[in-house]
């Protein structure tokens, strides 16, 4: 197959870049790597792109290796022919491969294999051939007791049992029945037990085209089904399916084409819909899980990259009843200060002394903000923490965030190599004060499909969505760069480039020798080589360093073309520190980009980068979204009357809507018919996870515990 032909295709670029592409990842360059220092070579694509295309690239090669397979399997059976040959250089996917190796694949024993043991296929071949003969005289010439054939009717079942097998195998007519049950099936789920209620209940009488149904719904389903509470199957016209097939197979109108026309009804009914309804309903399936995955990943993304509330004391509260409220305070680079356990949910003697602990600290450490988990007892200590910041004369604000993965975290390795004095209750205290400052550098530490920011993310394909989520992380751990100096070991392996190995030995040398004092420095690092090096050099910011350009995300190898850049603009390296190259763009763009491309040595892409760079040295690109929402006190669920209006921050986007928290412990539902005046696709092309959104309250049920919200403006209102 010619992949860059088909890539460029596929994926609307030049047949060069795909080539390019192919190239660049064949010689084990990372995605990061490829998108940020690249780009002249695949046309500025982002690396979500890029890695679609990779994707696509092992799926191709993947079929390709099991076409020639196949190919040799058939060829060894000296059963290949010029149509076999053909259909398989056709065959686009993989599926339409094992439908062509299907007739020569070995089987269990079935009915068909049987009747041909008993030497019956010479009869089968004649019944399928409809000429007009007298069936029964010919199957006279086969009955053999000692084969197990007793009489001429045991020998007609036999071959009809052959010609069914034969239909069934027939890849045409399984490709032409999944078509139609693609386009006409219905999927049509019933209660297994109409007498006991469950979550699943709205699907005990259900049915919806295969061609529309939602892949939510496809997932809720199949769970139904796998715990027992729904019977699934997939209806459709079975005429118009038997009609495809004796259109194929029923080429007379004799006695030998009823007995074909009989085969044909008993291989569509016990061996192909079966078999088809299967794949169908796993085509759904692997389609939902894709878009589940998709969604999970868009949500991911959007968390990691949180702004961070940077240069600030935090105290971060793990909420708890019995065994009281973990208490930690960590500074502005996260190191440890105080820890503490309160009980704000005992006693009233309790509540008070947790109050003056609380407080004690506070003033003690100048703490500006705090971090409250949303666990058991998060209400109770979200109360009490509004309570305690409201009695004191200083500005403290506060914010829920998600702990998902915090307990996870601190019983791990890592969090007993970083805090190996702290008990691990109080770890998960630290990591979510740490959640607060700087998502991203925190949440890396933790297995991305423990975060919890998608749907049915336990029934997706663990591996596919590992490597979907890793890639995410990857993805914006580069885009926002990493502090050689102050990185931890987990951040620093997910830098292009660096494996976990390689990253404990920055680590170990960076404690043995003290801070790297250059990016030229990394390469003394134990195994870290020059491919290594060539691929994570421009992701790591050396701040120590006396080279300003080692503060940039520019490249190494593209530093003399930064410093031709700045001669040629009538600059100096030290306006890079000083902030004073304002004005690089305007007087490039006067010189012309084109040629001063072309007098430096780089293309235009790479030039575009470097003026960013210099201009805005070792800039975040979190900086540049708005703040989180940090709240002051707290409302009770109580409190919320419909029509209330309220700011609120989106904590999960899914198919059928969006989470948003209000300020109460129980975060409220905006259906997706509720998030825009106009109509929308999808929840995720209007919201991100952590956006600040005004929303209404539209419904309030205490006892369910569920907001209802709105988005939507009242005509006449202004949002």
Do not use: W
């Amino acid at each position: 197959m010619n992949y860059e032909k088909q890539l460029s295709e596929e994926f609307h670029i030049k047949e060069e870049y795909a080539q390019n592409l192919i190239t660049l990842l064949d010689e084990g360059n990372t995605i990061p790597f490829i998108a940020r220092y690249r780009k002249e070579m695949h046309g500025t694509l982002d690396d979500q792109t890029i890695r679609e295309i990779s994707e696509r690239l092992d799926y191709l090669r993947n079929l390709d290796k099991r076409r020639e397979e196949v190919f040799h399997l058939i060829e060894g059976l000296e059963k290949m022919t010029d149509d076999i040959q053909t259909a398989l250089s056709k065959a686009a996917t993989l599926a339409e491969i094992e439908d062509i190796y299907r007739p020569y694949k070995p089987k269990r024993k079935t009915r068909a294999s049987a009747a041909k043991e008993k030497g019956l296929e010479g009869l089968a071949d004649e019944i399928l051939s409809q000429k007009d003969i007298s069936v029964m005289k010919a199957a006279q010439k086969y009955i053999d007791s000692e084969k197990g054939v007793a009489s001429a009717e045991d020998a007609i079942q036999g071959a009809a049992d052959i010609i069914a097998e034969n239909v069934s195998d027939n890849a045409d007519i399984r490709k032409g029945l999944k078509h139609i049950i693609r386009s006409n099936g219905i999927i049509v789920s019933k209660a297994a037990d109409s007498d006991k209620d469950s979550v699943y209940s709205q699907y005990y009488d259900y049915s919806e085209p295969v061609s529309r149904i939602a892949g939510h719904r496809v997932l809720a389903i199949d769970r139904g089904e796998r715990e027992g509470f729904l019977k699934v199957g997939v209806q459709i016209d079975d005429e118009r399916c038997l009609f495809a097939i004796h259109r194929l197979f029923v080429k007379a109108k004799n006695e030998s084409s009823e007995i074909v026309k009989a085969a044909c009804d008993d291989a569509y009914s016990r061996l192909i819909f079966p078999s088809v309804e299967r794949e169908i309903r796993s085509e759904l399936t692997e389609q939902a899980d894709e878009q589940a995955i998709k969604l999970f990943a868009v949500n991911l993304r959007q968390l990691l990259m949180q702004p961070p509330v940077k240069g600030h004391t935090a105290i971060g509260l793990d909420p708890g009843y019995r065994t009281g409220c973990k208490l930690a305070v960590v500074d502005e680079t996260g190191r440890v200060l105080d820890t503490a356990v309160i009980y704000p949910t005992h006693s009233k003697q309790q509540i008070e002394k947790s109050k003056q602990t609380l407080k004690a600290m506070i003033h003690q450490y100048h703490v500006e903000i705090i971090a409250i988990g949303n666990g058991t007892a998060s209400k109770e200590t979200e109360m009490f923490t509004a309570e305690c910041i409201s009695e004191i004369d200083q500005k403290v604000s506060y914010m829920v965030v998600s702990e998902a993965g915090a307990s996870v975290y601190s019983a791990s390795k890592l969090a007993a190599a970083e805090m190996p004095d702290l008990d691990l209750t109080l770890r998960s205290a630290v990591s979510i004060a740490r959640r607060l400052q700087d998502p991203l550098a925190e949440l890396v530490k933790i297995e991305p499909k423990a975060i919890g920011v998608g749907q049915y993310q336990h029934d997706m394909p663990q591996k596919r969505l590992s490597e979907a989520l890793d890639g995410v992380v990857e993805s914006c751990v580069n885009s926002v760069g990493a502090d050689l100096n102050t990185a931890s070991p987990a951040l620093l392996a997910r830098v292009s480039g660096i494996s976990a190995a390689v990253s404990k030995n920055i680590v170990a040398y960076r404690e043995e020798n003290g801070a790297f004092h250059s990016r030229e420095e990394l390469k003394k690092v134990s195994k870290l080589g020059p491919k290594s090096f060539e691929q994570c050099a421009g992701f790591l910011r050396v701040p120590e360093s006396e080279n300003p350009l080692d503060h940039t995300a520019v490249h190494p190898e593209s530093y003399d073309a930064a410093r031709k850049l700045l001669d040629l603009c009538g600059y100096t390296e030290n306006d890079i520190i000083s902030g004073g190259l304002n004005g690089l763009k305007e007087k490039t763009e006067t010189i012309g980009l084109e040629n001063a491309a072309q007098t430096i040595g780089t293309g235009i892409p790479t030039l575009c980068d470097i003026i960013d760079e210099l201009t805005k040295p070792g800039r975040d690109p979190r900086d540049e979204l708005p703040p989180p929402l940090l709240r002051t006190d707290v409302l009770d669920m109580n409190d919320l009357k419909p029509g209330m209006r309220l700011k609120g921050t989106v904590r999960n986007v899914i198919d059928f809507g969006a989470f948003v928290d209000i300020g109460v412990h129980q975060d409220g539902l905006v259906h997706i018919s509720q998030i825009s005046n106009r109509r929308i696709k999808h929840p995720s092309d209007v919201l991100n996870v952590g956006d600040v959104v005004s929303v209404r309250i539209l419904s309030v049920d205490t006892e369910k515990k569920r907001i209802s919200l709105t988005m939507k403006e009242e005509k006449n209102e202004k949002v």
